[in-house]
Nanobody
Framework: QVQLVESGGGLVQPGGSLRLSCAFSGGTVPIYYMAWYRQAPGKQRELVARIWPDGPSNYGDSVQGRFTISTNDALNTVHLQMFSLKPEDTAIYYC?????????WGQGTQVTVSS
């Protein structure tokens, strides 16, 4: 059974940094891409960052230049390094794997940016 487990969320002051991690287990599946999404209260889920197995990545406009997505050679871990955090980055962050067996989601990890 495929499982995605996120970690690294928490409370941070504006201007601070956090690193989210997502561990993927449950067998080998052809991966199209790995991504992080987020959903703030009362808002739709939005794409934060996406990375393809051969390296290219893209980012949402609101996080461009502040966040960095990365993965490992085994494609079983994906990280999101977040710098210069703002209160508007407060949301539940979800890890996503898009594969030939369909999309898989983690349970989400809360990120709160507040003084």
């Amino acid at each position: 059974q495929v499982q995605l487990v996120e970690s690294g969320g928490g409370l941070v002051q504006p201007g601070g940094s956090l690193r989210l991690s997502c561990a993927f287990s449950g067998g080998t599946v052809p991966i199209y891409y790995m991504a992080w999404y987020r959903q703030a209260p009362g808002k739709q889920r939005e794409l934060v960052a996406r990375i393809w197995p051969d390296g290219p990545s893209n980012y949402g406009d609101s996080v461009q230049g502040r966040f960095t997505i990365s993965t490992n050679d085994a494609l079983n871990t994906v990280h999101l390094q977040m710098f210069s955090l703002k209160p508007e980055d407060t949301a539940i962050y979800y890890c996503n794997i898009n594969s030939s067996r369909g999309p898989f989601w983690g349970q989400g990890t809360q990120v709160t940016v507040s003084s």
